[in-house]
């Protein structure tokens, strides 16, 4: 194709989009709004139960809205994911997005997911385990970014050096905790909980959020690429609109939310206690002290940056601004 | 029963279920002597030299080499066959002394004579060749060295030319009778080529098969050394015709 | 001879920049995100940026490579040797091995880390479990293959069987242990770098390239596969020239060294 092929086709889709955008919103339901969701994971857990609702429910039909849910090959795909064009809207922790900002990724975050930072280390139940006998632990990672970020603020609360533990990076954590290979997993409480539980039927040892010593940023957010928010804002509004209402009824109803989530993913590997107990745990996260959902700030964008320069996975901190948008979210 | 018979076969026989591969045989071969065997197909060559190098358990009978019993033992004779089947990894000298690899610790000593008998029989320059690179005739050459060095008197030498061009195989006939006479060792041949069989030898033993047996015996009274010229006189051609009459006479349409 | 060497040596290095060519004009032409796909450069440069950090990760991950392979090496010979001269145990082992082969190494790999830990046993045991196979079809081909005359006139000649074994079966199977050794070379790394993804100890260059991938640092992911890369066509050059060495009369007229006997002309 030559330059100005590509350019008029560019210039043709742009158009196209954008007309089914305004026509979609605008008409409702008659020719309704695709979104392609992407989540963070490679396959579906009970994280997704609001976007599961917002579909099984009708609240997306209702919104105009088409919504469908892409999974990425990995976790550190979802960013590329939507810079490519390949989803519109995608779930990721805020340090991918911070990483990702610090790639040029043209990426903006447009809300919170979870308010509040509930990761850290959690040891088999009955496990003597505290920060004051850490050295010489093995630790689990999952070999995220947010492990990345999160790691360095035990050890440091912990006043050990990196080389005072073993991190372990591996692809599933619950078989080696079990088996004695590592002393602690590391996850957020809605995860870290309920896998253990289910595992041995007894609460595991969790030393979580301002215990562990991580700053107090939430955990995902939902994000899409700068263009997708100049060129589609209605959409964006329409999409947290309806995911709010979503989210709402699915803390209303969560045995039925659940329900809805077993019966669209019955092979997500996950049983239906486990994300009943996910969920559960999850719900708490979701607001902010003033019961508010969704709502960003810039003390938590540069809490975070700073806790990620200071551990080298940032070079430097940009402003807040850089980050996220609370423009498309919402009144409550 | 005279010393002077190096191989001795009594009343040897052999079948193979119902079919009479050899018939009660027996046979003296005199000591350096160079005795060919012709015969069609299935007439019991290469079953007779199987019992010789003590390969097959004859069904009766006795194998005698300097009036000891070796039936059914084995390296007791050189055996050559058909096919070079030298080692592609070894060289020329390495392929010599195979043999006495195969069997013993290799000495210096084997390597010194290898050597000697490479290079007394035209191997000289190729001793460290890969029998990759030689010719037909050379590895068929380097394969009855190889046969040599183990120095067996009694050497079975089953079709070694077949595969051979008509040019090489003259030469090679050639090349062997010197070898042979050199050598002082006992040749027993099989060959199919009624030419070959009269051109070599002392004694040419006619086979035919169902049962196979010897039918003829037939002394070759040609003078040694024998040369092209020999291929064409009267006396050549009268062994070749009683031969080939025993053959035709016999067996076939 | 030289020259042959020279023309592959030179061919090489022209698919190098060929494959470079297009790489960059790819990302280049189309306009490809840097922390989607980075230009070659960018790549090298990323090695280069951070070698003293790499350069143990390649060392540690060679090693994995190397044991590994060497472990599998030699089970996979005693595997075809022992197949070859037990005809039982062979009717019992081949289909046992073939199902070894259909078992995914993913799947494999996070039993493996339960049992064996997260240093070097589970790559060996990955890598061995990929090399030992070709080896032993090979060596067992090798050996099955050997002329049934030749073996017969070993017998004439009145050679024992185990002698018979060393002088003639065992190199007979050298040229077609390479064959297998070769294909195991080529996946020898991978096995390594799928261990080293189920599980690693501190850090290894899966895990460096996991942690740049989650950065979106692309030109990291790709120079950390361009290493990877390295180390298989390396050790894959390696054991080519080993067979080289050890398999002169595929390609020589004569022996290279003269022992006895030089002296005839």
């Known amino acids: 194709m030559s330059q100005r092929q590509i350019r008029r086709a560019v210039l043709a889709l742009a158009i196209a989009s954008s007309s089914i955008a305004v026509a979609g919103v605008a008409a409702s339901a008659a ?68 990483v990702a900002v610090q790639a040029k990724a043209p990426l903006v975050s447009i809300a919170n997911y979870s308010m509040s930072n509930n990761w850290g280390l959690f040891a088999k ?208 | 029963m005279s010393h002077q018979d190096l191989l001795r076969l009594e009343a040897l026989r052999k079948s193979f279920g119902s079919t009479v591969a050899l018939s009660d045989t ?45 039936t059914t033992r084995t390296g007791q004779v050189g055996y050559m066959m058909q096919k070079d089947l030298l080692v592609p990894w070894r060289t020329v000298l390495g392929n010599i002394t195979l043999g006495a690899r195969l069997t013993r610790r290799l000495t210096y000593d084997d390597r010194r004579r290898a050597v ?44 070694p030319f077949g595969a051979l061009d008509a040019q090489t195989r003259f030469e090679m006939q050639q090349w062997l009778l010197s070898v042979w006479r050199e050598s002082e060792r006992t040749v027993l041949f099989i060959t199919h080529d009624v030419d070959e069989a009269v051109f070599l030898s002392d004694r040419v033993l006619v086979m035919s ?24 006189s009267a006396v050549f051609n009268g062994y070749k015709s009683q031969i080939l009459e025993h053959l035709h006479g016999r067996v076939g349409p | 001879m030289k020259s042959r060497l020279l023309r592959n040596v030179l061919g090489s290095l022209l698919s190098f920049v060929l494959v470079m060519g297009i790489w960059q004009a790819i990302v280049v032409w189309g306009q490809v995100a840097p922390y989607i796909a980075p230009r070659p450069l960018d790549a090298f440069r990323a090695i280069s940026g951070d070698w003293s950090t790499l350069w143990p990760l390649t060392l540690w991950t060679l090693r994995e490579t190397v044991y590994g392979f060497l472990a599998g090496a030699v089970l996979g010979v005693v595997f075809g040797i022992v197949m070859h001269k037990i005809a039982m145990l062979q009717r019992v082992l081949y289909p046992i091995l073939i199902v070894t082969q259909a078992i995914p190494i993913v799947a ?28 032993t079809v090979n060596v067992l081909d090798g050996l099955t293959h050997v002329d049934g005359d030749l073996l017969t006139l070993a017998r004439v000649l009145g050679a ?35 261990g080293e993804m189920a599980a690693s100890s501190g850090s290894s260059l899966a895990l460096y390239q996991h942690n740049a991938n989650a950065n979106l640092n692309a030109a990291a992911v790709y120079g950390t596969t361009l290493i990877m890369t390295a180390i298989g066509i390396s050790w894959f050059l390696l054991i080519v020239s080993l067979e080289f060495w050890a398999t002169p009369w595929r390609r020589r007229v004569t022996a290279r060294r003269r022992r006895i006997g030089g002296k005839h002309k």
């Open chain 2, 116 to 159: 000697d008998i490479a290079q007394r029989y035209g191997l000289g320059d190729f001793l460290h060749h890969y029998p990759m690179a030689l010719s037909g005739g050379m590895r068929q050459r380097v394969a009855l060295m190889r046969t040599l060095a183990l120095d067996h008197e009694l050497l079975l030498l089953d079709e």
């Open chain 1, 125 to 332: 139940p009955g496990s003597k385990l505290t920060l004051a006998n850490l050295k010489g632990k093995k630790i689990f990672s999952w070999g995220d970014t947010w492990t990345n970020a999160m790691l360095p603020f035990v050890l440091k609360k912990a006043g050990l050096k990196a080389s005072d533990v073993t991190v372990v990076t591996a692809s599933n954590d619950i078989p080696l905790l079990m088996s004695g290979k590592i002393d602690f997993t590391t996850s957020t409480s809605n995860y870290g909980i309920p896998g253990i539980l289910e595992a041995t039927k007894a609460s595991p040892v969790s030393i979580v959020g301002a215990a562990a010593g991580v700053p107090n940023v939430p955990v995902w957010v939902y994000s899409v690429t700068r263009d997708y928010a100049k060129n589609h804002p209605a959409t964006a509004r329409a999409f947290l609109a309806a995911t709010l209402k979503a989210t709402q009824w699915a803390i209303k109803n969560p045995a039925k939310a659940v329900a809805d989530f077993v019966k669209k993913y019955p092979k997500s590997g996950y049983s239906s206690f486990y994300s009943t107990k996910g969920w559960g745990i999850t719900v708490p996260l979701l607001t902010n002290a003033q019961g508010k959902f969704f709502t960003q700030t810039d003390a938590q964008w540069t809490l975070l940056a700073n806790g990620m320069k200071s551990n080298g996975q940032l070079k430097s901190v940009p402003s807040a601004s850089t980050y996220y948008t609370n423009a498309f979210i919402p009144q409550q």
């Open chain 2, 26 to 70: 027996s046979l003296n071969v005199q000591r350096g002597s160079f005795v060919s065997i012709v015969g069609p197909s299935g007439c019991g060559k290469s079953t007779l030299f199987n019992m010789i190098s003590g390969l097959e358990r004859p069904d009766g009978g006795s194998i005698l080499i300097d009036d000891r019993d070796v």
């Open chain 2, 209 to 232: 098969s169902r049962p196979g047996r010897v039918v003829d015996d037939i002394t070759i009274d040609l003078e040694r050394p024998r040369t092209l010229g020999t291929l064409t």
């Open chain 3, 160 to 194: 024992r069987r185990w002698r018979t074994f060393l002088v003639i079966e065992v190199p007979a199977a050298i040229a077609p242990l390479f064959s297998g050794l070769k294909i195991g070379a080529t996946y020898a790394v991978t096995g390594a770098i799928i």
């Open chain 1, 31 to 98: 020719t309704p709004t695709n979104v392609r969701f992407v989540y963070d994971f490679p396959g579906p857990d009970f994280e997704l139960t609001p976007l599961v609702v917002g579909i099984t429910e009708g609240i997306y039909q209702q919104a105009g809205l088409k919504v469908s849910v892409l999974f990425p090959p990995d976790t550190s795909t979802t960013s590329k994911m939507l810079t490519t064009g390949s989803a519109d809207v995608g779930f990721i922790t805020t340090s991918d997005m911070a």
């Open chain 3, 108 to 135: 494999l790999a996070a039993p493996l880390v339960l049992m064996l830990g997260f240093n070097l046993g589970p790559k060996i045991v990955i890598v061995a479990w990929i090399v030992f196979f070709p080896v």
